[in-house]
């Protein structure tokens, strides 16, 4: 690919609505292109990557025995309202109406439509076990879509659905799949962590997330340093409180108070330390919610300022700080604990579960807490244990680590949920009909992207892994009005197409100051550099995007070097 013929519209300046830092590289490298709020374009090069992470994943579930379909965006209600979904889905379920009003909605997951398929063509246990997987674009009218694509509203996800005869063909099929998400996150150089999650509204019996870890993750996890106990939060906290129940859908009470509070007064309420209060904010929130609420109209305290700020050692100013702006900011605070985080924002106050929250609305001053009020408390409570990490609940001896994660593949024991709502069954050897028992098993495609984005970049742009850059080489002909630069470097760009290496020839008429920048910004992990001066030694120059390791090789041998 010639760099003069493609699409790649790099960006000097940080956009200023992008808050972490994959979405401001992703706009900044020319990968994506907002269309509306959580829409994106996948521009060339971002495409590329995107196909790359796709094909990881072709790969790894094809492996595993799963096979590829494909099932449409748009999905008859008819199917919805068999499942009792069309109801119970709420707000992030798009529906609309086609020109005859028969009602549709954009799937944002694809359960009801699979067992369809397969209750409509799998008639014996002989056909068994299947599992059924897509890559396909998913519609989710997210509260508030952010990140880029971390969470968008329409993004691209691997979603894979197994259907055994029986229970113990599931766990076997479940575990498949666990292992193929092993082998999946592993092939992108990610690091992450494989942990026990609350299986939540597609409910089911046994749940895992796989996590990147990230500091700019949603999820607040755990792990233990002697057992593989891995878990979120959440389940970790149920866990520790002996599955105590928790309503879902809890009215938030409001205690009405002549002027805002004060962390100070909020914590006393709470009967909490302070500083614990504002850190659990902190950490049970993302840093842009914390933000946009605490500090709105502060726009010289940004997320990655008070990240940073938070994260040196949580020593005491950095809290005092964090209570300064709070106590003089216009609008108060709402911190989640566990569940989704929402927020109240200007004189909207949302109906919460599990939330702390205060702050004014129009000229009412509130400070609220959601009930069970003991459980909060509770939650606290556990939070400070899992800092201190008290022993393992599942090996009592361990340690807990804390780490924020990023959620880029989900994989649940479905059971019997849909197939005996859907009536999806199979003949059994002794001609016994029986209900399938099945899984699903999700990926974010754009997800695990912008998630491989957060660990790895420096401050000059991306580092992407090998296996997600979107090329491999990029040869940068310094100065394309010198015939013999433009000779050698169109040498070596035909050489490496010719080895079926993926490689962008920069050919363009810039300074080389311009080209460097652009270079470090999309990150290719190889740069061959050509020019005047080191080709009168005989040489060009290679750089390794990742160490910033640069050598001198002599022309003859750098394309035998890479390939
Ligand atoms: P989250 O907790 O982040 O809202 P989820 O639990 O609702 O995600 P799943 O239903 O488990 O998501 O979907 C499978 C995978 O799809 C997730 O693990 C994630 O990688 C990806 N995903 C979900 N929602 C989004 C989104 N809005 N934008 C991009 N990827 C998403
Ligand atoms: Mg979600
Ligand atoms: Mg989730
Ligand atoms: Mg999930």
Known sequence: MRYSQYLLPTLKEVPADAEVISHQLMLRAGMIRKVAAGIYNYMPLGLRSIRKMEQIIREEMNRAGAVECLMPMANPAELWQESGRWEKYGKELLRFKDRKDADFCMGP???EVVTDIVRNTVRSYRQLPLNLYQIQTKFRDEIRPRFGLMRGREFIMKDAYSFDLDDAGADISYQKMYQAYRNIFQRCGLRFRAVEADSGAIGGSFSHEFMVLAESGEDAIVSCDSCEYAANVEKAEVLWTEQEAVAPEQELQLVETPQQKTIQEVAAFLDLPAARLVKTLILQTSAEEVVAVLLRGDRELNTIKLANLLDVDWVLPAEEE????????????????GLDARLIADNEVRTMSGYVV?????????VGVCHPRDLVIDQFADLRRAEQGDPCPRCKNGRFESWRGIEVGHVFKLGTKYSETMAATVLDDQGQSRSLVMGCYGIGVGRTV?????????????????????????VVMLNPKDAQVRQASEDI????????????????????GIKFKDADLVGIPLRITVGARGLQDGTVELKIRTSGEQSALPLAEIVPALC
């Open 322 to 337: 964090v209570v300064r702006h709070v106590t003089g900011a216009p609008i108060g605070f709402a911190g989640p604990i």
């Open 450 to 474: 912008a998630a491989a984005i957060e660990q790895n970049h420096d401050e000059h742009g991306l580092k992407l892994p090998l296996p997600l850059a979107p090329f491999q080489v990029l």
């Open 358 to 366: 205060g702050g004014n609305a129009v000229d009412r001053h509130y």
């Open 109 to 111: 997951t694809h359960e």
């Open 493 to 512: 760009y035909a050489q490496l197409l010719e080895a079926g290496v993926e490689v962008l020839l920069d050919d363009r008429d810039e300074r080389p």
